[in-house]
C-alpha cells in the first residue's frame, strides 16, 4: 500500500513538471502579453510605458530562461508574483482556495448523492413512470448550459421570489460571526453548487441507472436472490457495490471538469474563488498566476484521482494495489 | 502682477449654491459596482478606469474640474498664470493630512511630479513641456514651462496627477512598496479593506480637510464579474450605484424604469470617449482616401446609436467629441449613402479584395455592433472577414498594424492637445502601442497644426488652428469617427449629489450624501 502510494506520488510530481512546462509555452502562444494588457487599460501609452512593464515583468529576457526561472520557483514551492496584481501568486490562490473548494465539493457531493440515489430508483423501478421521469430530468439538467441554469436560476429564486442572494459569497457590510456567518454563507451557497452539481448528478444518475441494470442480470445476484435475500439487501449489498465502480471512475475523471465548470458558476455567481481568478488571469495574460492556478489545479486532479484508486478499493475488495 | 487670480472659496460658493436647497444629511453607506476588478489602487503607478473609480476617493490632485471643464480648488485653494502664460504657481490648502496623520506640503507635489513622469505614461507627456517645478516655501508650488501651453490648467485631476505621499514612497521601490496595496492618500475616504474577487471597503476620512466632508460612512465597492449579474444586483436592492459602464448597453432602458431610479449622463465630459474605427492607412485598399470615405458613407451610424446603444449618444462628426473644447461641426459631413460609397469605391478601383474587422471585445453590445458594421460594409460590396480576438489578442494585433479595420474608443480629455493630437501626428506612430497614431496616418500640415495649437496664445488662435485641423482630418478619413458614447450613470434616487464635477464617479464620493 505505502509503496503503490509512494508510485503515485512520484509519478504525479512528474506529470505535475510536464503540465508546468507545457502550460509554459501554451500561455505564451497566445497573442498579447501582460504589459500590451495594462498598456490597453491605462487610456494612454507610449514605447517607455511598455518597455518598462515588460521588464518588470522579466518579458524581456529570453523564453528559455524565463522558462528556467520559473520552474525553479515551482520546485522551491514558489509560484512567483502576480505584478498586476502585485502579490504573491501563492498569497493570491491562498485567498482564494476555500472559496473554490468549498464550492466544488459541495457540488460535487450534491451530484454524488442525488446522483446515485435517483439512478438506485431509476434502476429499481426501470420502466415505469418513475424511472422515465427520473431519465427526463437527467436529459434536461445533462443537455443544459452550466450558465444559462445559472442565470434562470438567478431569475426564479432571487429576482422573482426573492429567496436566496443573487451573488457573493456572503453579505458585504453585515459582519455576521459564527452560525448567522454560516448560515449566510450557506445562503449564497445553495444556487452556485446546485447549478455547477446538477450538471454531474444527471451524469450519475444515468451511469448508475444504467450499470444497475447490468449488474442486476449477472448470475451472481440470481445466486442471492436464491439464497433468499431480502430485495433491499440485494440492491444495496450486491448490486449497487458492484455497479458504483464506473461511479467512481467518471467522478474521478470528472474532478477536472469540475474546476472547469467552477470558472463559469464563479463568474455568473461573483464567487471569489480561483475559477474566476483563472478566467481573470487569462484575459489579463497574468502569467504568474495563470500558471499558478493551473499547477494548483492539477496537483489537485491528481490528488483525486488517487483517491478514486483508494475508493476502488473500498468499494470493491477483489481490487488489489500493484506495487 | 498675476493676469488672473481664480479664488477657490468663490468659485465653490457659485457652485454649491443650488445644492444648498436640501440640506446634506451625514451617515450611511454607499455599495457601489466596479467592473473589473482593479489590479491595485495606487493610482500613481495603475491608471486603468477601475483604479481610478476606486482611488478617486483615496487620493487628490491639486484641482478639480466643473462639467463645462472650468478648474475648481482641491488641494490648491488657488493659482496664478505669469503675464507671458509660462509660470503657474499654486498656493497650496493649509491643514490638509495624509491618512496617516503627517503634513501634506509642497515637497509632496515636487515628489509625485517626478514619481508620475516615471510611472504615469499619460501625466509624462503632459509634463514634457514642464521646465521646472520649483517649491519657494512648504505651500507654494511654481511650475515653468518651456513654452506656453494651452492646456496646461487641465492636466491636474486626481487621474492625471494624484498626489503621493513622499514620506512612504521616497528611497523606496515603488513597484513594490507596501502601501501599494494599502494606498495613503489625503481623500475624503481611507483605504480599509479588500477582498479580493468580492470588495473594497473605504471609509470615511474623519480628518478630512474640507469641514463636514464627506457624508457618508463608507463605501463598498462590490466585485461582480457578470454584466447580467451586476444587473441583477442592482435589481434586487443589492448595489445602490451602477458606474457608467458597468452593465450592458440594452438593460439601460430596462433598469431605469425601475422604482426610485435615476439615470444621469452627467460626469462623462473632462473623458469624453469617442468610438472610432481604425483604419490602417499604410497598406492595401484602406490607404486610398476614397474607399476611406466609402467606409465612412457605408456606415450608418444612427443605426448603431438607436438600436445597437438604445439611442444613447450622439454620432461623430470628427476627430473631436462636441464636449471639448474648440470642437466645430463645420466640416465635411458622411451621412449614410450607400449608393456614395458604391461610386467612391468604384472610383478608387476597389476588386473585392478582403478587408479584415477587429471588433472590440468588452462585451454584448461591442460585438453587436462589430456585426452591424460588417453588415453595413459587405452591403456596398466590401469583402469584410471578421477576426475574434479577446482583449489582449486585439491589442496585440492593432499594436503590430496587424489589422486593416478596428473597433476602438479613446478618451479625449477635455482639449485636443491632450487628447486628440496624439491618434493623427505622425510623430506618435510606434509599433506596439495600443494608442495613438496606430493608423499610420500621417500629414506634415496635420503635424504642425497640433504643434502650433498646443502652445498658441490667446485662445482665440487656438481655436482657429484647431478647427482647421478638424476640417482637414475630416476631409482626409484617417479614421472612421462612428459614436460620442454616452455611459449613464443608474443610482437610486436617495444618493444624492454624487456627480459634481467633469469626471463623475470617478471623482470621489465626497460629495455624496444619503437621504434615508
Known amino acids: 500500500m505505502l509503496s503503490f502510494l509512494a508510485q503515485r506520488v512520484l509519478k504525479g510530481v512528474i506529470v505535475l513538471l510536464a503540465i508546468v512546462v507545457l502550460n509554459f509555452f501554451l500561455i505564451r502562444l497566445a497573442p498579447g502579453d501582460p504589459a500590451v494588457v495594462m498598456a490597453g487599460e491605462a487610456g494612454a501609452s507610449d514605447q517607455v510605458f511598455v518597455k518598462q512593464l515588460r521588464e518588470k515583468f522579466g518579458l524581456d529576457k529570453p523564453l528559455p530562461e524565463q522558462l528556467f526561472i520559473y520552474v525553479k520557483g515551482v520546485v522551491t514551492l514558489d509560484l512567483g508574483f502576480s505584478f498586476r496584481q502585485q502579490a504573491p501568486v501563492a498569497k493570491l490562490i491562498g485567498e482564494r482556495l476555500p472559496a473554490t473548494l468549498l464550492l466544488t465539493l459541495t457540488a460535487f457531493a450534491i451530484s454524488l448523492a442525488l446522483g446515485i440515489l435517483f439512478g438506485t430508483f431509476a434502476a429499481r423501478f426501470a420502466g415505469t413512470f418513475l424511472d422515465t421521469a427520473i431519465t427526463v430530468f437527467a436529459l434536461i439538467f445533462y443537455a443544459m448550459p452550466l450558465f444559462w441554469v445559472a442565470l434562470m436560476g438567478i431569475l426564479l429564486f432571487s429576482v422573482t421570489m426573492e429567496w436566496l442572494p443573487s451573488f457573493g459569497y456572503e453579505t458585504v457590510g453585515a459582519n455576521l460571526t459564527g452560525l448567522a456567518h454560516a448560515v449566510d454563507v450557506a445562503k449564497h451557497l445553495i444556487m452556485p453548487a446546485m447549478t455547477l452539481g446538477l450538471f454531474f448528478m444527471a451524469t450519475y444518475t444515468r451511469m448508475t441507472r444504467a450499470s444497475m441494470l447490468e449488474v442486476k442480470r449477472l448470475d451472481f445476484v440470481k445466486t442471492a436472490r436464491a439464497k433468499g435475500l431480502s430485495d433491499a439487501v440485494i440492491q444495496r449489498r450486491h448490486v449497487l457495490r458492484n455497479a458504483l465502480l464506473p461511479v467512481v471512475t467518471l467522478a474521478g475523471v470528472h474532478s477536472g471538469t469540475l474546476i472547469g465548470g467552477a470558472v463559469i458558476t464563479e463568474t455568473v455567481f461573483a464567487w471569489p474563488g480561483i475559477g474566476r481568478l483563472m478566467y481573470d488571469a487569462l484575459l489579463q495574460r497574468d502569467y504568474n498566476l495563470l500558471l499558478g492556478v493551473f499547477v494548483i489545479c492539477s496537483a489537485m486532479v491528481l490528488i483525486f484521482n488517487l483517491i478514486t484508486d483508494l475508493v476502488y478499493r473500498l468499494v470493491d475488495p477483489r481490487i488489489e494495489f500493484a506495487s | ?516
Open chain 2, 1 to 516: 502682477m498675476p493676469k488672473r487670480v481664480l479664488l477657490g472659496l468663490l468659485l465653490a460658493c457659485g457652485l454649491t449654491a443650488p445644492a444648498l436647497a436640501q440640506e446634506p444629511k451625514t451617515g450611511g453607506v454607499i455599495n457601489a459596482v466596479i467592473q473589473p476588478e482593479p489590479p491595485g489602487l495606487m493610482l500613481a503607478q495603475i491608471q486603468n478606469g477601475p483604479t481610478q473609480m476606486v482611488s478617486g476617493n483615496i487620493f487628490e490632485g491639486l484641482l478639480r474640474y466643473s462639467p463645462k471643464l472650468e478648474p475648481q480648488p482641491e488641494l490648491a485653494e488657488s493659482w496664478s498664470i505669469s503675464e507671458d502664460a509660462k509660470s503657474y504657481t499654486f498656493k497650496l490648502r493649509k491643514g490638509v493630512t495624509w491618512h496617516d496623520g503627517k503634513p501634506f506640503t509642497a515637497a509632496d507635489v515636487l515628489f509625485s511630479v517626478e514619481m508620475l513622469k516615471q510611472t504615469h505614461a499619460r501625466a509624462r507627456n503632459n509634463l514634457a513641456q514642464v521646465d521646472k517645478v520649483e517649491a519657494p516655501d512648504e505651500y507654494t508650488v511654481v511650475f515653468t514651462l518651456k513654452q506656453p501651453f494651452g492646456p496646461f490648467l487641465g492636466i491636474f485631476e486626481v487621474g492625471s496627477m494624484p498626489m503621493v505621499p513622499k514620506h512612504l514612497y521616497e528611497g523606496t521601490d515603488w513597484k513594490t512598496n507596501p502601501y501599494n496595496n494599502a494606498p495613503v492618500g489625503t481623500g475624503p475616504f481611507v483605504f480599509k479593506e479588500w477582498q479580493k474577487g468580492s470588495f473594497i471597503r473605504l471609509v470615511k476620512n474623519p480628518n478630512y480637510h474640507e469641514k463636514g466632508k464627506p457624508y457618508l460612512d463608507e463605501i463598498y465597492w462590490q466585485i461582480i464579474p457578470d454584466a447580467a449579474a451586476r444587473s441583477v444586483a442592482y435589481e434586487t436592492g443589492k448595489v445602490d450605484v451602477l458606474p457608467g459602464g458597468s452593465i450592458e448597453n440594452f438593460d439601460v432602458p430596462r433598469l431605469s424604469k425601475l422604482k426610485d431610479t435615476c439615470v444621469t449622463g452627467a460626469g462623462w465630459e473632462f473623458f469624453s470617449p469617442l468610438a472610432w474605427l481604425w483604419l490602417n492607412n499604410r497598406q492595401g485598399p484602406l490607404a486610398d482616401k476614397r474607399v476611406r470615405q466609402a467606409v465612412m458613407y457605408a456606415i450608418d451610424r444612427d443605426f448603431a446609436k438607436d438600436v445597437i446603444w438604445n439611442g444613447l449618444g450622439k454620432v461623430a462628426t470628427g476627430p473631436s467629441a462636441s464636449t471639448i473644447k474648440y470642437y466645430t461641426d463645420d466640416v465635411p459631413k458622411y451621412p449614410h449613402d450607400p449608393a456614395k460609397a458604391k461610386a467612391l469605391l468604384k472610383e478608387a478601383g476597389y476588386k473585392g479584395e478582403k478587408i479584415r474587422l477587429l471588433p472590440l471585445a468588452y462585451g454584448e453590445t461591442w460585438q453587436r455592433w462589430g456585426e452591424a458594421v460588417k453588415q453595413n460594409l459587405m452591403d456596398v460590396g466590401i469583402n469584410i472577414e471578421t477576426i475574434a480576438t479577446d482583449v489582449a489578442g486585439g491589442n496585440q494585433k492593432i499594436g503590430d498594424w496587424d489589422y486593416d479595420i478596428a473597433f476602438t474608443y479613446l478618451y479625449q480629455y477635455g482639449d485636443p492637445a491632450l487628447g486628440v493630437g496624439r491618434n493623427y501626428v505622425s510623430s506618435a506612430i510606434a509599433k506596439g502601442q495600443v494608442f495613438n497614431n496606430v493608423e499610420g496616418y500621417s500629414n506634415p500640415e496635420i503635424d504642425k497644426l497640433f504643434a502650433d495649437g498646443a502652445v498658441a496664445t490667446p485662445d482665440s488662435k487656438r481655436k482657429e488652428i484647431y478647427e482647421k485641423a478638424q476640417k482637414i482630418l475630416v476631409e482626409d478619413v484617417p479614421v472612421a469617427w462612428m459614436l460620442e458614447l454616452q455611459f449613464p450613470t443608474i443610482t437610486r434616487c436617495k444618493v444624492k449629489n454624487l456627480i459634481t464635477t467633469a469626471i463623475g464617479v470617478n471623482d470621489g464620493f465626497k460629495d455624496a450624501w444619503l437621504d434615508k
